[in-house]
């Protein structure tokens, strides 16, 4: 008897237009004008064709996306043994070709970072996709000539070069200069080693990698590709 009285009730209450009642628009709970700030309109919640602003992912900025994290590094001759078995060096031009050997321990890892400094002071650089021949410079570079800068280059496959990025877990860490990262990067260089959806900080050298990763061990990391973010010199 008491669930039939509910629904008789119920519609009775359905077949009236309320809004007319109460002076608000036609499919309005509301008024427009009644609502608290910081509280969402219970029009805003029981309509489905609204859009969802909410952000509940915790990120800073939008269009973040994750990728992995690795870091490169000019490889140092003088942390490599001298003896053991040399390897000619193959140059890519001959204005600049260096003529010399090598170890072949220091020359895997000069073919796997794409820079090197012989013990003489003198740096070598890869100038072909896959890094297998090599010219002296005045410092490290990328795929584009350019000279590489120390936490602000970064190599990536699937970004354009000059490309700002906005590393977000970076931002805040303390470098081994005392310097403070503000998270902003650029795509700087490529890689033959690694495919999309991932990018390689240049630390400039190894002992700088070592130093971060105590600080900063994170594989995976969320950018913002495309960033307004502000570009910082940091020292090496």
């Not at 906005?166 to 860490?173: A, P, Q």
């Not at 991932?198 to 400039?204: C, E």
């Not at 050298?205 to 973010?229: A, D, H, L, P």
Request: aromatic share 12%.
């Amino acid at each position: 008897m008491l669930l039939i009285y509910f629904f008789t009730i119920l519609n009775i209450y359905s077949s009236l237009d309320i809004s007319k009642l109460v002076g608000l628009k036609p499919g309005k709970l509301f008024d427009d004008d009644d609502y608290m700030p910081g509280f969402p309109l219970l029009d805003d919640i029981f309509n489905p064709s609204l859009p969802n602003n909410n952000n509940n992912d915790g990120n800073k900025g939008s269009g973040l996306k994750k990728v992995k994290l690795t870091y490169y590094w000019i490889t140092r001759e003088s942390e490599f043994p001298s003896g053991g078995e040399q390897v000619n060096v193959k140059a890519c031009s001959q204005n600049r070709a260096f003529s010399g050997t090598i170890s072949k321990k220091f020359y895997q890892s000069l073919h796997l970072e794409g820079s090197g400094e012989l013990k003489n002071g003198i740096i070598l650089n890869c100038f072909n996709d896959d890094c297998t021949c090599f010219d002296k410079v005045d410092g490290p570079m990328g795929t584009w000539h350019n000279i590489l800068e120390p936490y602000i280059s970064v190599a990536a496959n699937d970004m354009p070069h000059g490309t700002l990025i906005y590393i977000k877990e970076l931002d805040g860490v303390k470098l081994p200069s005392g310097q403070i990262h503000n998270g902003c990067a650029r795509v700087d260089d490529t890689s033959y080693s690694f495919g999309n959806n991932h990018i390689d900080l240049f630390s400039f050298y190894k002992t700088n990698y070592e130093t971060i990763q105590k600080r900063f061990s994170k594989e995976q990391v969320n950018i913002q590709v495309g960033s307004n973010c502000k570009l910082l010199k940091y020292t090496k």
